[in-house]
């Protein structure tokens, strides 16, 4: 299957903190795209890492992928209860993206 | 520049009855995509184009149909509805970041269908 799986299901953590999530999947990938969902909102497209790269960062956005364990992590770093939403990893190697459950964040303020 | 425009936004129906969701894009993407999320659930995919005049299946396309007929416009169709059509149905299209160049999805605000 070409759907990630997050990991956790739920997190919650004080505003400040560091949140990491993670990702694993099955498949060979050509890049691994990470989402972010609001309560009721359509998915906004956070940040893109291909499958030659190990890291990438944008903002206090850091995601990895280690192609051999085929599995992703996001780290948001000090964490704003404007970051409280859902987050899908989408593993990609074809014209399709599939999503997994996702990992639900709450930041407490 | 509106992005992925939905329609409608709310829609309520009768078991057995038809509608057309319609999912309208205007920044020139090749792919385009319809979802389903039902309440504390992920988005699994119905079914999803990679240019005018094509469509695929994804992985619940049962129950619905889809057309591409002009490359900004993607339709789901529901020939008879099923309580277990109650969802909610995003649409998305496909195109090139800024950034990296690959393929990433835009996605619309949701259309929220209650059948009953």
């Known amino acids: 299957s070409q759907q990630g799986e997050e990991d956790p299901q739920a997190l919650s953590i004080q505003e400040g903190e560091n949140a990491t999530m993670n990702c694993s999947y099955k498949?060979?990938?050509?890049?691994l795209q990470w989402y972010r969902q609001n309560s009721g909102r359509g998915l906004v497209h956070l940040i893109l890492?291909?499958?030659?790269?190990r890291e990438k960062h944008s903002g206090r956005l850091r995601v990895t992928l280690d192609t051999s364990k085929k599995s992703s992590s996001l780290l948001i770093t000090a964490s704003r209860a404007a970051d409280t939403a859902s987050y899908f990893c989408?593993?990609?190697?074809?014209?399709?993206?599939?999503f997994g459950q996702g990992t639900t964040l709450q930041v407490k303020p | 520049n509106a992005g992925v425009t939905q329609t409608p936004k709310f829609r309520v129906l009768k078991t057995g009855q038809s509608m057309t969701l319609l999912c309208a894009q205007d920044?020139?993407?090749?792919?385009m995509y319809w979802y389903r999320q039902d309440p504390g659930m992920g988005l699994r995919l119905i079914h999803y184009?990679?240019?005018?005049?094509?469509?695929a299946k994804g992985e619940v396309p049962d129950g619905y149909n889809v057309s591409r007929l002009k490359k900004q416009n993607f339709l789901l169709g529901l020939e008879s509805a099923a309580p277990s059509q109650t969802s909610v149905y995003f649409c998305?299209?496909?195109?090139?970041?800024?950034?990296?160049?690959?393929?990433?999805?835009?996605f619309g605000a949701g259309s929220r269908l209650t059948v009953l």
């Open positions: 920044m020139n993407h090749e792919y």
């Open positions: 184009s990679v240019g005018e005049g094509t469509t």
């Open positions: 998305a299209s496909g195109g090139s970041d800024r950034s990296s160049g690959a393929n990433v999805l835009t």
């Open positions: 890492i291909r499958s030659n790269e």
């Open positions: 498949t060979s990938i050509n890049n």
């Open positions: 989408a593993p990609r190697n074809t014209g399709k993206l599939i």
